[in-house]
């Protein structure tokens, strides 16, 4: 029961802008569970299939480019790679930092207020820019805020969502590169921790969670990343990260 309270929660706050990472060691620390960061790692997995499915459309059209050699689905793939590039570096290099991090209560009270006070700002920002639009410097710069989601308490989701925005992109097309740049993060982080999970009903009844929840959430921050309702969350992100403190 506990594992697929985890998965819920993972599943609302991977996509909703509050911090998957952040939310699963407050919730660990609530249920009196130890931080499974290998488990953690595997409910990704099940938002990765949400993603999936829910811009499969796009999935399929840059499949179907790449297939026949398509300049510009060749191009978009290659700003999406190099999104991805400096989270999987971070997430390389930090690794023992970042568990450390996930051990620290204050720590993510701290960042939950950073992910708040730029969810604030960021209903401020758009641009007309569209996915075929963007540099490859402004792949990277997303790329870049993607990067610091690696802590427990920044949301990936929110702080890509800012990126695309600050660089000018339109808040649809922003949603979409959002998540398409998940997809090789999501799965390559998954399959990383695969090996060190510890498989029960329990596990498999969290990524059943995760997967409905994220499904939910999804539809939920498309809506306001296109009218630009992103705040409600900063005012939210206030309680968890008050919670973090008190579990110091």
């Known amino acids: 029961m506990k594992e697929f309270l985890l998965g819920v929660v993972q599943g609302l706050t991977e996509f909703l ?15 009196g569970l130890p931080q499974n960061l290998p488990l953690f790692a595997f409910l990704h997995l099940a938002t990765f299939l949400v993603v999936l499915i829910f811009l499969w459309e796009d999935v399929w059209s840059i499949i179907i480019g790449l297939i026949k050699f398509d300049n510009s689905t060749w191009t978009l793939a290659l700003k999406i790679i190099v ?16 568990e450390e991090i ?23 920002f758009s641009g007309k820019k569209s996915l075929n639009d963007i540099s490859y410097t402004d792949a990277l710069i997303i790329g870049i805020f993607q990067a610091f989601a690696i802590l427990p308490g920044i949301s990936r989701s929110g702080f890509t969502l800012i990126g695309a925005l600050l660089v000018g992109m339109n808040r649809t097309d922003a949603f979409r590169f959002s998540f398409l740049m998940s997809l090789p993060v999501t799965l390559a982080a998954g399959i990383f921790e695969l090996k060190d999970v510890v498989f029960s009903t329990g596990v498999f ?3 059943g969670g995760a997967f409905v929840a994220g499904l939910i959430a999804l539809i939920v921050v498309r809506q306001l990343t296109i009218s630009a309702h992103l705040k409600v969350f900063s005012l ?7 919670l973090s403190f008190i579990l110091k």
């Open 17 to 31: 802008p509050v911090s998957s990472s952040g939310h699963l060691s407050l919730f660990s620390k609530l249920f």
């Open 205 to 207: 009844s969290g990524f």
């Open 102 to 124: 996930f051990s620290s209560q204050m720590l993510i009270g701290i960042f939950f207020l950073v992910t708040a006070v730029a969810l604030w700002l960021s209903d401020s």
């Open 236 to 242: 939210y992100l206030i309680i968890p990260s008050l």
């Open 83 to 98: 999104a991805s590039i400096p989270a999987g570096i971070a997430g390389v290099f930090f690794e023992k930092k970042i």
